[in-house]
């Protein structure tokens, strides 16, 4: 069993509700926020913290609760997860509208859900082999926002499945932003490049980029569809994937066609800081 919070209450997720004047669900005005625990501990807290608030800041959404009062209680669900069979670590979801609206557009009071999930990880597999993905000519809006705004993927879920793929790669114009549900990198010799414009800022993006500083030269700029032609590697970050290579995009296959070296080097690393968080 796993518990959450809702507008100052507590109790197991299943017993939650949002109203149905809620303008999340009237108009899709909502944000969310996810990540995981290590160890059962929030991992990179306070830069999930950071973006959260900078999230409800451009939707014009005042968050109820302060970042300690909000730590407080996600180590209360934490615990009564656990001791309800749930594993030490979980996955946590925020997840903030515009409240109740009466007369169905006005912000009042934004309604605050906190709820812990079980961590649904990428398979073996995906890491050993890669993944493929498309290519969609698609710019979200409010792409530095986590709004709860994912009818792209959705709608092309259809498409996604019949190229045999796993997710999107969107582009403009001729430039990469990211994926559906994830941030982008490509690795040419001893660069790392992503891109930073039309972005959520993601914090396993972050973190990597953190961890590769060493080893590489990080490069943050338009990336061009064009460069992958030449690119030896790519991959993609998010919570759940970690460093996941990417192998094909469309019809090119990206370097040799195998998770290359590199990839697998910054996903050891990753799990190396996880393991000791």
Same mark, same amino acid.
Do not use: C
């Given at each position: 069993m796993y518990y959450g919070y809702f507008n100052g209450t507590i109790a197991p997720t299943d017993k939650l509700a949002v109203g149905i004047t809620d303008l999340g669900l009237l108009r899709g005005y909502g944000l969310f926020d996810y990540f995981l625990t290590y160890n059962g501990r929030p991992f990179q807290w306070d830069w999930y913290w950071e973006r959260f608030q900078n999230s409800a800041s451009r939707m014009h959404l005042p968050l109820p609760l302060d970042k300690?009062?909000?730590?407080? *209680? #996600?180590?209360?669900?934490?615990?009564?997860?656990?001791?309800?069979?749930?594993?030490?670590?979980?996955?946590?979801?925020?997840?903030?509208?515009? &409240?109740?609206?009466?007369?169905?557009?006005?912000? %009042? +009071?934004?309604?605050?859900?906190?709820?812990?999930?079980? *961590?649904?990880?990428?398979?073996?597999? @995906?890491?050993?082999? !890669?993944? +493929?993905? $498309?290519?969609?000519?698609? %710019?979200?809006?409010?792409?530095? %926002? +986590?709004?709860?705004?994912? =009818?792209?993927?959705?709608?092309?879920? @259809?498409?996604?499945?019949?190229? &045999?793929?796993?997710? #999107?790669?969107?582009? =403009?114009? !001729?430039?990469?932003?990211?994926?559906?549900?994830?941030?982008?990198? $490509?690795? =040419? &010799?001893?660069?790392?490049?992503?891109?930073?414009?039309? $972005?959520?800022?993601?914090?396993?993006?972050?973190? %990597?980029?953190?961890?590769?500083?060493t080893d590489f030269e990080i490069e943050e700029r338009p990336v061009l569809l064009s460069e992958l032609y030449d690119a030896e590697e790519a991959f993609t970050t998010s919570s759940t994937k970690k460093v996941l290579p990417i192998t094909q995009i469309g019809d090119l296959t990206v370097g040799d066609g195998h998770a290359g070296p590199k990839s697998a080097f910054l996903l050891e690393r990753f799990n190396e800081l996880v393991k000791n968080w």
């Open positions: 300690d009062a909000t730590y407080s *209680i #996600l180590m209360n669900l934490i615990e009564r997860s656990v001791e309800a069979g749930a594993p030490e670590d979980v996955a946590f979801r925020f997840v903030m509208t515009g &409240g109740y609206a009466p007369d169905s557009i006005s912000i %009042v +009071k934004p309604n605050l859900l906190i709820l812990t999930e079980e *961590i649904h990880p990428t398979p073996l597999i @995906q890491y050993e082999q !890669g993944i +493929k993905v $498309i290519l969609d000519e698609y %710019v979200r809006e409010m792409a530095e %926002v +986590k709004s709860v705004d994912y =009818k792209r993927v959705i709608l092309m879920a @259809q498409a996604i499945k019949s190229a &045999g793929a796993s997710d #999107l790669l969107f582009q =403009k114009g !001729g430039e990469i932003s990211e994926l559906s549900r994830s941030n982008f990198f $490509i690795i =040419k &010799g001893d660069k790392l490049i992503t891109p930073n414009r039309n $972005i959520l800022h993601g914090i396993t993006r972050r973190t %990597v980029m953190q961890l590769a500083q």
